[in-house]
């Protein structure tokens, strides 16, 4: 099992490269063109959540990708926040959801974990 490791800077003008990042990281592990539109979508759902809602920015966001046989898992860190206080009726954790086999959010990091379906 391979990590990966990004930060960037919490800010929206990073997401764009942040998908394109995160693509070619998913395409390593053969997911299909409409599963890596979905992780795509988790993540800039995710950062545009934490970037909207939490207006502190003077540290990074990281995310750590941990790329398994049947999927993957991304830990996305904000590095401002000690608690993630969230709304469940928010449209970004809503999508978010629907996209991923799981997510949970504890303390300051948002878990996501995306399966190969064959």
Known sequence: MDNIKITI???SKYIS???L???SIASKIDFDVDS????????????VFLIK???ENEKPIEIDFKLRENGIDINIKDLNLEKI???EE???????????DKMEIQDNKVTIMKNIYL
Do not use: A, G, Q
């Open 17 to 19: 490269t942040l998908r």
């Open 9 to 11: 800077p919490k800010k």
């Open 85 to 87: 206080d969230f709304d």
């Open 36 to 47: 890596l539109e979905d992780i795509k979508m988790i993540i800039s759902e995710t950062c």
């Open 90 to 100: 928010n449209m970004s954790i809503m999508i978010v959801k629907s996209l991923s």
């Open 53 to 55: 809602n939490f207006e």
């Open 21 to 23: 990042t995160t693509s």
